[in-house]
DNA sequence: CCTGAAATACTTCAAAA
DNA sequence: TTTTGAAGTATTTCAGG
């Protein structure tokens, strides 16, 4: 399942992890790599599904979303098709983990307010036990993994 | 905190949410706006910290880190500092949410193997009681808020 | 916010090491 | 695999409306 990455491959991972809007010249001269070189070499990344995607990260309380929240959802059975409709449908729902023990489902949850937040969790309520704690504060920036 | 959008900033932030390596005259199109504008609006977004960054997001599988975990730490007292100090060093701590409950820490963690996890796990085992969760899949490709 | 023009930068390709 | 250099294209920026 994994790729072979040698140096400059994370090096190009590192840059475009912490600015993904640079231009290939931009980035090959970071990395030290001619804008041909460059170009083949972030085009292998993306279609061997290193790098999955580029994305702009907004500041949810700018956009209207004050309220995050993270949700433990113990989901008993094995009917997770109304789970899912319900993952399409609600575009509050930002992240999804499906994970071992009690709790099989961790949620993160954007609301524009607590009664929103509370109609969230009504609509979750159906699905099994929650566990709900409002978000403080991200105690990190933006990061993904390095070189191990 | 909250900063008055229109359709077409929210159009801005949509796009660049999916695909953040488009081109500013390439957005233009998009979102039905000359290049010069729209230069105009993400400049302004990006001052504004609605724009927080633009990031590469990697297949943690593929660069080496197939096991990941949330890990939720009761964390007595208030001496938060040591623990500060071990986010800013392992660097397989990618997230990590403050919040209310008797869990006060949230944390995603990205491990090379089961062995890395015990190892990571037993450094934040010092901090306080851990509860970890292995997580078997994501269910949603990335996604950011949208239009409240 | 648009247009249009100028300057710059970028991407792509072929050839060669 | 990478570099170089050239050609074509696209983008960015800025002034004027």
Redesign the pocket.
């Given at each position: 399942m994994a790729v072979n990455l040698d140096d400059?491959d994370w090096a190009i991972i590192r840059e475009l992890q912490r600015e993904a809007r640079?231009?290939?010249?931009?980035?090959?001269r970071r990395v030290?790599?001619?804008?041909?070189?460059?170009?083949?070499?972030v085009?292998?990344l993306e279609t061997t599904g290193v790098i999955a995607g580029y994305h702009a990260v907004v500041d949810l309380a700018k956009v209207g979303y004050p309220v995050l929240a993270v949700v433990r959802l113990k989901y008993p059975g094995n009917h997770h098709q109304p789970l899912r409709r319900l993952l399409a449908e609600r575009r509050e729902i930002l992240e999804c983990l499906r994970t071992t023990g009690d709790d099989c489902y961790t949620l993160k949850v954007a609301a524009t307010s607590m009664e929103h937040l509370e109609k969230l969790m009504d609509e979750l309520a159906g699905f099994g036990s929650t566990t709900t704690s409002v978000v403080y504060s991200q105690t990190l920036p933006y990061r993904g993994p390095e070189r191990p």
């Open positions: 400059v640079i231009s290939l010249s931009e980035l090959g030290s790599l001619s804008p041909s070189a460059t170009t083949e070499r085009r292998q």
